[in-house]
């Protein structure tokens, strides 16, 4: 379709069952090229390629509105995309996406095979996304660099620089068992682009994110290309590598010249509970904590962390932060043993958040 008025709409596909060949693999589950869209309750699985791309669910010639609920969805490319392909229809965006209530995964066993793995969410174009109450597991050092959430504007055929990715919210999920967990770009790298622009992730809770477990670097949250508005609170972390990763990167800007990403503006860290590792907060090029916040993003909010670490590093940040020790951290869960991360009744981070 090249008009609006041509692209199919509500269409609801419920209690599907779809299987890709074991031995040969399937490219895509599901197009999702249509406007208006509900997939709920269905199972799709087996999706893997050797070379190229594979989605469970992947659209990008849509406008919108999509929900993607209660599902069983396993691809080795990207188990849901948004974006990433040429958009024949001028200035679409998908927007109004809800992603809720489903299971992402991959086969442990495609690893080390010749199936091509890269991540389990991303969005290239995209604009108004809720994405909540998702498990989201296994991903590892493969065909990318083993983030599980890819958030980067992508005008993948270089005729679409209409578009981006902004006013997503990432809440309530469960990601576990990936090399790393979010990449955010905030322009294309090669090609015009909009801007990643009013990102909240919140309330989530990461575990085994370990680079010794699944390659990568064990990171957080990498963030560079010169985003705007990003918040991130409430979150509990464990993992091996830095809880932030800034760098400025390169994109190329609205007269097709290329620039050098500029600081973050907006940039809000706050509540949130993980280890401090080798270098916790921290810049391409600087030092741990308010050097590197200060180059990378000027006049951020860094309150209330938790950041456990065995080494002295609070001087290093902002003050109305915390640094326990890495035992003590432990210790202040129910029972990491078997993954309940609730705070023990006696931390004395209960109710210290701003909120």
């Known amino acids: ?11 609801e596909l419920d209690r599907v069952l779809i299987t890709g060949d074991a031995a040969l693999g399937q490219r895509r589950g599901i197009a999702l090229n249509a406007a208006h869209v509900t997939i709920a309750n269905s199972d799709i699985r087996d999706i893997k390629d050797v070379g190229q791309d ?4 992947a659209g990008w010639n849509t406008p919108g ?7 069983f969805l396993e691809a080795a490319g990207e188990n849901i995309l948004f974006g990433g392909a040429h958009i024949n229809i001028p200035n679409v965006i998908p927007s109004d996406i809800i992603v809720e209530d489903n299971y992402l995964t991959k086969d442990p066993l495609w690893r080390g095979t010749s199936w091509t793995v890269k991540n389990l969410f991303e969005l290239k174009n995209a604009r108004r996304v809720l994405v909540r109450r998702n498990i989201m597991e296994y991903n590892w050092s493969g065909a ?3 983030f599980a959430i890819v958030l980067t504007p992508r005008n993948s055929s270089g005729r679409t620089p209409w578009v981006v990715v902004e006013d997503v919210e990432f809440s309530a999920n469960i990601i576990r ?13 090669t090609a015009r682009s909009g801007q990643l622009a009013r990102l909240l992730i919140r309330n989530n809770l990461a575990y085994d ?3 010794g477990h699944w ?18 609170d409430h979150n509990t972390v464990l993992h091996t590598g830095n809880i932030v990763l800034f760098y400025s990167g390169s994109y190329i800007n609205a007269s097709g010249a290329r620039v050098t990403g500029g600081p973050i503006a907006g940039f809000v860290f706050k509540n949130n509970m993980g280890k401090h590792n080798g270098y916790g907060i921290f810049g391409s090029g600087q030092s741990s904590g308010t050097v590197s916040l200060a180059y990378y993003a000027p006049g951020a909010v860094v309150q209330r962390n938790v950041l456990a670490s065995d080494k002295s590093v609070a001087s290093r940040y902002p003050p109305d932060n915390f640094f326990p020790t890495v035992a003590s ?3 202040g869960f129910v029972d990491p043993a078997v993954r309940d991360y609730r705070l023990v009744s006696s931390s004395p981070y209960v109710g210290a958040g701003t909120d």
């Open 144 to 146: 990318q660099a083993g």
């Open 329 to 331: 951290f432990t210790a």
């Open 215 to 232: 390659g990568g670097t064990g990171t957080f949250a990498q963030i560079g290309g010169e985003p705007r508005n990003i918040t991130i």
């Open 1 to 11: 379709q090249t008009t609006l008025a041509e692209v199919p709409h509500h269409i």
């Open 65 to 71: 509105p999509i929900t993607i609920r209660n599902n």
């Open 54 to 57: 594979s989605q469970a669910i």
């Open 209 to 211: 994110i370990h680079a």
């Open 177 to 189: 068992s990936s090399s790393s967990v979010f990449n955010i770009l905030g322009h294309d790298d």
